[in-house]
């Protein structure tokens, strides 16, 4: 189904709705906890985040847009 949302977007409403950001790499995805605002600046990008991993949830530190 075509919603005709670009990813940023489509991520955000899902946000909005009570789902998490999450990291995806590969076949893998992350949790990722921390703040909210400059989570959302990133939503639906490619970018590098830097924090600790504890299961599968990453506690971001720091955030840079892969752009």
């Not at 789902?19 to 590098?48: F, I, M, P």
Request: with cysteine; glycine share 10%; net charge positive.
């Amino acid at each position: 189904m075509d919603s005709g949302m670009n990813p940023a977007e489509c991520t955000k409403l899902c946000v909005r709705n009570g789902s998490k950001y999450v990291l995806v790499k590969g076949s893998k995805t992350y949790a990722l906890a921390g703040d909210e605002s400059k989570l959302e600046e990133l939503a639906g990008q490619r970018a590098t985040i830097v924090g600790a991993l504890t299961g599968r949830t990453i506690k971001v530190v720091s955030t840079t847009s892969a752009q």
